[in-house]
């Protein structure tokens, strides 16, 4: 998955927690929302105001918390595990290497492969 069909993809699921997001859709979209908040912040530093820097983080908050729990879905946990984040220290730590490791292979409880990575997965059942 490329960068432009990673951010359309995850602003067009902006609230859906539900499904499986692919390592390259999670980190295309964890690029863009970096890059635009990073504009915002220089453009607010430039103007002397600190008004865009809020509304983007405020736009970019829950499409990144979706994807993010799709992430976790693809690695066959549950969403709730990015609470993990409130652990001082350990919890984030934790939570990136969740996000760094591999999907699950074929299917599973929260929804088909986004890879379509099927055929391996049977040709061992």
């Known amino acids: 998955m490329g960068f432009m069909e990673a951010v359309k993809t ?5 609230v859906t927690f539900s499904g499986r997001a ?19 912040t220089i453009i607010d ?15 970019l908050l829950l499409p990144s918390i979706a994807a993010g729990v799709r992430r976790l879905h693809d690695t066959d946990r549950s969403g709730w595990w ?11 730590i ?7 490791m591999d999907g699950t292979k074929g299917d599973n409880r929260f929804g ?3 890879k379509g ?7 061992f059942t």
Do not use: H, Q
């Open 10 to 14: 995850c602003l067009n699921k902006y």
């Open 22 to 40: 692919r390592r390259s859709e999670y980190w295309w979209f964890y690029l863009f929302a970096f890059l635009v908040t990073l504009v915002a």
């Open 45 to 59: 530093g430039v103007l002397g105001i600190m008004i865009l820097y809020p509304i983007t983080a405020l736009g």
């Open 82 to 92: 990015y609470l993990i984040v409130l652990v001082p220290i350990v919890g984030p």
């Open 94 to 100: 934790v939570l990136l290497v969740f996000w760094v």
């Open 112 to 114: 088909p492969d986004p």
């Open 117 to 123: 990575d099927t055929a391996d997965v049977d040709a």
